[in-house]
């Protein structure tokens, strides 16, 4: 089995997609993030287009930044379209998401 996480970029995203992955790392699940690197490139696309594909299921990260941001709602698409499952966490006091 293989998880994409799926977060916001705004860093506190990827600070709860990274506890995520070492927790499946010890159920030896495998799991895939795109560690923030400033970058938009092409290459970057074609990156997590390629693991949301090859994944079995998505966890959605949702912090405050979630809600306008377009590359999360990319990636959402994208796992819709495939079929894959998507499932959410959501950050604790955001009501509002």
Not at 34 to 54: H, M, P, Q, Y
Not at 66 to 72: A, H, L, N, V
Not at 82 to 95: E, F, M, P, V
């Amino acid at each position: 089995m293989k998880i994409f996480y799926s977060y916001c970029g705004d860093g506190e995203g990827l600070e709860y997609a990274r506890k995520g992955k070492q927790l499946c790392k010890q159920m030896e699940i495998e799991a895939w993030i795109w560690e923030v690197d400033g970058s938009s490139a092409e290459w970057l696309k074609s990156d997590i287009t390629n693991n949301v594909d090859l994944s079995d299921a998505m966890i959605t990260i949702v912090t405050q930044g979630t809600e306008t941001s377009e590359p999360q709602k990319q990636e959402w698409s994208l796992a819709d379209s495939l079929g894959k499952i998507n499932c959410s966490l959501r950050k604790k006091g955001l009501n509002n998401l």
